[in-house]
């Protein structure tokens, strides 16, 4: 558009300018604005002013007329015309740029002269600026702003301005416009000097500047990580640890200065590991730390970072690790006993199961259990010595206690008493029922009779997929409580036998158990299936249970979908308890294809497709034919015999014995076979209709 009214004003010019002075060379017209940039939405007034000598003009009236980029301005907007001059007010400037021109009409209408107009809106203050040291050598101090929300729509120039209070000396970069961020060089601040900060915004419209900021450098570091040196128990100390640590290299000549120090410190299993940072004011690199009232015996690792007063904190450095001093454990444990007695055997065999009680304390990575018939400590009396979390135990039968303690190599816990308690087969639980909490947890609940009051309740869950007693995990609950989550190492579509025992002061009571799975899936496999073809017409299907760990859930159902060529897709379905179907109404001349799916709770599986057949004869049909073959063809003979015996008496001596005795072989089948073929008995009563069922009998084979 610019480009345009140029070319054409150009031409005007050349016209013009018979004349060759330089200084003569202007344009047809003269537009005058108020200002070149304004504030968006604001009016724009603009005057144009022909001149005399403008040669399309020169004798003639003139109607000027003004565009905005394509579109004419209406007449009303132009305020004042005269003879060759024109003024427009345009209300409310909205682009953000637009070319005003005006325009005369001659023979075709000509630009006589224009003006570019921008708008836009003065720049806000710079927001949330920052400044960070990098303390790599050579040092910097990087500053960042954000420009404000309002979109200028106009140049706008951003400087830096920076002042150091100790040596008053003032420093002003300038930045290309539209970047937000500076970095300072090494000569433009003193790490340890209060430098204010602030950043102005320039554009034609106006300027603006940032709230300033004070910072010392060195507190706007990021420290690099620090590193450990080594963590060490204290002597004599329990529960303390001396920690040893240092500055990067590159920041080590920091090492006398005072910094904020931060200590995470986890234990090995991860269980405590949401402990808070423990902050440590004002040290010294050069000086360890001491971290006190930890667990005694336990191996921690600590990890630590640093910051310079109110400085960003630098990265957690790698970990290390350290244990703090062993001493005797402490505390009792939790138990659960489950014993097994015969009236009639001398002794009691018990598995006793334990796990540490809020309070225990192993204060040591290596922690063993005795079992002792003796409270005081020593060798005697003791019937278990193990690391595992569990003891099976043969005991005399008047054993009424036993006594579990913990040992390391510092000492003994004081012993829990363990009251040898036997089953009584009493109900007192009904209706546990297990309901999935999450894939990691199950919510057992039960109820317990009335008239019971129980000292408290054991739950006991254990998965079945593991045979080893150590797998068993138990939980103790208030006998007020009917409801328990479990959640230790509970794992999808893996199978877990949870009981709910009842523990009375002298005896326990009867269990109730439930299996159950926290999420259940389709099974891994489809049984194999074993064809049994019985009846006519009825094929008997049967399989095996599938196996524990290939089932990933409570098996719903089996169906059966067959069909052949003939037949639509059947179903037929069985009850998780039944591993056997029959197929009845089958179609003799057809081929059947099958498959089974197993559904859990959790999904289903399709097995792969087999086929069978069924056979017109079945075992039994087929006795029976032979049998009516043979009768027949011994009767057959025995005509034939009879026959020959009056015509060729000399014969007789040849058939005879070869021929086996007919009526025996008949009676031992015979009797099951009569309802089907009712024919073959009277066959035998008539040699002349001898022929005839032989041939009915051919035919229908
Ligand atoms: C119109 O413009 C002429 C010449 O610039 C001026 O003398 C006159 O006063 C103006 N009239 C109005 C109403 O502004
Ligand atoms: C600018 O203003 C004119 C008239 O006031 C209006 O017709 C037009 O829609 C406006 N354009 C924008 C982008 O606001
Ligand atoms: C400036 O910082 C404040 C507070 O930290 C934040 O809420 C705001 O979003 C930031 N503004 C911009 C433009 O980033
Ligand atoms: C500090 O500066 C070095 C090089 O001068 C650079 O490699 C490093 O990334 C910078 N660190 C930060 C946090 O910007
Ligand atoms: C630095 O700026 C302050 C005001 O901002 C002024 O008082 C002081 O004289 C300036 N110093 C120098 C060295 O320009
Ligand atoms: C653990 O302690 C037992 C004695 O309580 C000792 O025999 C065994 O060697 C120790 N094991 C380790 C790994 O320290
Ligand atoms: C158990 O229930 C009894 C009465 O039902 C109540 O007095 C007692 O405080 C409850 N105990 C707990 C631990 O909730
Ligand atoms: C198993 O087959 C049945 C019947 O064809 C079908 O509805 C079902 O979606 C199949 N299931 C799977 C898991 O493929």
């Not at 799975?517 to 249970?545: C, F, G």
Request: glycine share 4%.
């Amino acid at each position: 558009m610019i480009s345009t009214w140029v070319s054409v004003i150009v031409m005007l010019v050349a016209f013009v300018n018979g004349a060759r002075n330089e200084d003569d060379r202007q344009p047809c017209a003269k537009v005058q604005t108020s200002s070149p940039v304004v504030p968006l939405g604001s009016p724009v007034t603009a005057t144009c002013i022909i001149r005399d000598s403008c040669p399309v003009v020169i004798g003639q009236a003139v109607h000027i007329q003004w565009r905005l980029d394509n579109r004419f301005l209406p007449s009303s907007t132009v305020a004042n015309e005269s003879g060759r001059v024109s003024e427009v007010v345009i209300p409310s400037f909205n682009h953000t740029r637009g070319s005003l021109t005006c325009c005369v009409q001659a023979s075709s209408l000509l630009v006589v002269g224009g003006v570019d107009i921008r708008a836009g809106y003065p720049p806000q203050p710079p927001q949330n600026l920052s400044c960070q040291t990098n303390l790599t050598t050579p040092n910097t101090l990087t500053c960042r702003w954000h420009p404000g929300q309002q979109e200028t729509h106009l140049l706008t120039k951003y400087t830096l301005h920076t002042k150091i209070r100790d040596l008053n000396e003032n420093n002003t970069y300038e930045l290309p416009p539209g970047v937000h961020q500076y970095t300072i060089p090494r000569d433009g601040f003193v790490l340890f000097s209060e430098i204010e900060i602030y950043v102005k915004a320039v554009n034609d419209l106006g300027e603006a500047t940032s709230v300033p900021i004070t910072l010392e450098p060195v507190s706007a570091a990021k420290f690099d990580p620090p590193t450990i040196l080594n963590i060490q128990a204290m002597p004599k100390r329990y529960g303390c640890l001396k920690l040893s640590w240092t500055l990067s290299e590159q920041q080590a000549w920091m090492r006398n200065s005072r910094l904020n120090l931060e200590v995470r410190l986890q234990t090995a299993d991860s269980s405590r590991s949401a402990e808070q940072p423990i902050l440590i004011n004002q040290v010294r690199s050069t000086r360890p730390v001491d971290q006190c009232r930890l667990l005694h015996g336990t191996q921690y690792f600590a990890q630590i970072r640093v910051r310079y007063q109110q400085s960003p904190w630098s990265e957690w450095s790698s970990s290390q690790s350290g244990v703090t001093l062993e001493s005797a454990p402490t505390g009792r444990l939790d138990w659960w006993m489950k014993g097994s007695g015969n009236q009639k055997d001398k002794h009691l065999t018990i598995h006793l199961f334990w796990k540490p009680s809020k309070q225990f304390r192993a204060n040591s990575q290596n922690v063993s259990y005795v079992v002792s018939l003796q409270k005081l400590s020593g060798e005697k009396g003791q019937v278990c010595t193990t690391m595992a979390n569990y003891c099976t135990i043969q005991l005399p039968k008047r054993a009424k206690k036993v006594y579990l303690s913990a040992v390391n190599a510092e000492g003994r816990s004081n012993p829990t008493e363990v009251r040898i308690t036997l089953p009584r087969s009493s109900t007192v639980i009904s209706d546990v029922t297990v309901i999935p909490q999450d894939d990691r947890s199950l919510l057992v609940q039960w109820s317990s009779l009335v008239s019971s009051s129980p000292i408290d309740f054991v739950v006991e869950w254990r998965p079945l997929l593991e045979t080893e007693l150590s797998f068993t995990q138990f939980e103790i609950t208030d006998r007020n409580q009917t409801s328990l989550v479990i959640s230790g190492s509970i794992e999808p579509y893996k199978p877990y036998g949870i009981s709910v025992y009842p523990r009375f002061k002298d005896w326990i009571g009867l269990p109730q158990t439930v299996n159950a799975y926290s999420r259940q899936k389709a099974p891994s496999m489809v049984p194999k299936i074993q064809i049994n073809k019985n009846w006519q017409y009825h094929v008997e299907l049967t399989w095996d249970e599938l196996a524990l760990d290939e089932r990933n859930g409570n098996i719903q159902s089996y169906k059966i979908f067959y069909w052949s060529a003939m037949d639509p897709v059947k179903v037929v379905a069985t009850d998780p308890e039944e591993r056997r179907v029959v197929l009845k109404d089958l179609n003799t001349v057809a081929m059947y294809d099958a498959f089974m799916m197993v559904t859990t709770f959790g999904g289903s599986l399709n097995g792969t497709t087999f086929h069978f057949e069924v056979e017109p004869f079945d075992a039994v049909s087929v006795v029976m034919i032979v049998t009516a073959c043979g009768v027949g063809l011994s009767m057959l003979i025995i005509f034939i015999v009879m026959m020959c015996f009056s015509k060729h008496s000399r014969l007789k001596g040849r058939f005879w014995p070869a021929v086996p005795d007919p009526a025996t072989a008949a009676s031992r089948d015979g009797h099951q076979n009569q309802h089907r073929i009712p024919i073959l008995p009277q066959t035998v009563m008539s040699p002349i209709q001898y022929t005839c069922p032989t041939l009915v009998f051919w035919t229908s084979w």
